[in-house]
């Protein structure tokens, strides 16, 4: 190895000797453990059931003397370790029940002893509970995988935002109607652009895997037209094509969801730093700002400010994927936002939450009296905060629907 390679390779063997490798770890002991709910203090007992129950037998056994042999109840301590335990664990106690068994019903009378079918019934019953336990842990194992794949899933979808980003304060949360699948079809994010930072958060019609199949390409094409386009109708204009392409793909492909449509939300906040950077506009020291807003079908924000809280009036746009019923440009409107003015931009989830008896969750009458409550509830964090223990407390913890509760706003000096 000579000239440039070797200073290369030199430079690069430097950095690792000076970096220290991670230690890799099997992770199958980490999967398992981590379903083990039989703890305390971090430290596993899910051992202890099972010896209860192989000490608890041959006592009860010795109690009730010859007339009601109990001895062959220890086939039950194999059973309980493979329900909880792992599988050398269950392995040892098959072997203490079959060990027990025969000092046990050899201390008894010989009329009163069980003899050999019942040890069959405990060896046999050892074995098929360490089969079961192996079966339990591969089981779970698998899920606990196909839970990581969703979560990935769930990040690259719903990407982490970092805070203050394109000189924004924001706070959301998405709370799937799957608990299991964690993911759906609402979408959102923040994306800063030398044009400005532009905002999304929309909807998808219906669940399921081709609902998130859908939210995964709008939110692509928002990511690269936000950034390029320097008009936000051409964003909006994007985004109405992309859904008419796979809206048309699916039915090319024969799929029954050939006719889904979302509804959205496209927020335009202007770049008003002279130095512009791909971190967003620097929009300290203003009164107000212009927004402009392109509503397609969705429930329009509510702007939440000390004086109280009002939707904003913009025109109902039709959802994206059915801009070809009626062809028209996507124009903003636009709308003043002042330093201590909060966006609150939600989906159907939060405004057709329904309780026991029916009723709709109140959205605006319920930030209002928080906002009467506390002023400080104009805050993304602690607006974000509230409606969410809200929903929650309004329909008992069931959601039917995926929910997503977002607020944006200028971000100032005094935040």
Not at 40 to 50: E, T
Not at 259 to 278: C, G, I, K, M, N
């Amino acid at each position: 190895m000579r000239g440039p390679y070797r200073r290369v390779w030199l430079w690069l063997m430097r950095i690792r000797m000076r970096v220290p490798m991670p230690r890799v770890r099997r992770r199958e002991p980490d999967l398992v453990e981590r379903q083990q709910l039989l703890r305390v203090r971090g430290r596993s007992i899910a051992w202890l059931p099972p010896l209860v129950v192989l000490c608890a037998v041959p006592l009860l056994d010795w109690a009730t003397g010859g007339d009601f042999r109990v001895i062959s109840w220890l086939v039950l301590v194999p059973g309980i370790a493979a329900a909880v335990c792992q599988v050398w664990t269950t392995g040892v106690f098959a072997g203490l029940a079959m060990f027990l068994y025969v000092l046990g019903d050899d201390s008894g009378a010989r009329e009163y002893r069980t003899g050999l079918p019942d040890f069959i019934l405990v060896a046999l019953g050892g074995l098929l509970s360490v089969l079961a336990c192996t079966v339990r842990l591969r089981g779970q194992e698998r899920m606990l995988h196909m839970r990581a794949i969703i979560d990935t899933t769930s990040r690259i979808l719903l990407r982490r935002l970092p805070p203050d980003v394109g000189g924004l304060d924001h706070a959301e949360v998405y709370l799937a109607a799957d608990s299991q699948a964690r993911v759906g079809g609402d979408f959102y994010d923040i994306q800063p652009s030398p044009h400005g930072t532009r905002v999304v958060i929309g909807d998808v019609q219906g669940k399921g895997i081709a609902a998130v199949e859908a939210a995964s390409v709008l939110l692509g094409t928002f990511r690269e037209a936000a950034y390029h386009e320097p008009g936000a109708e051409v964003v909006a204009e994007r985004l109405e094509t992309r859904m008419v392409r796979h809206v048309r793909y699916c039915a090319h492909i024969g799929r029954a969801d050939a006719e889904r449509f979302a509804t959205a939300v496209l927020l335009d906040f202007p770049q008003l730093r002279s130095e512009r950077t791909d971190w967003g506009p620097d929009l300290t020291g203003l009164d107000a700002v212009t927004v402009g807003v392109i509503n397609f079908g969705h429930e329009p924000p509510l702007l939440v400010s000390p004086d109280g809280v009002r939707p904003l009036p913009l025109p109902d746009g039709l959802p994206l994927g059915l801009g070809e019923l009626e062809p028209q440009p996507h124009r903003p409107s636009t709308v003043r936002l002042a330093a201590d003015e909060t966006l609150l931009l939600v989906t159907d989830g939060v405004t057709e939450a329904r309780d026991g008896g029916g009723v709709f969750f109140p959205l605006r009458e319920y930030v209002a009296g928080a906002l009467a409550a506390d002023p400080r509830a104009t805050e993304p964090d602690t607006l974000v905060r509230l409606v969410h223990e809200g929903v929650l407390a309004h329909t008992g913890g069931h959601l039917d629907d995926d929910t997503t509760i977002f607020a944006v706003r200028r971000a100032g000096r005094a935040h």
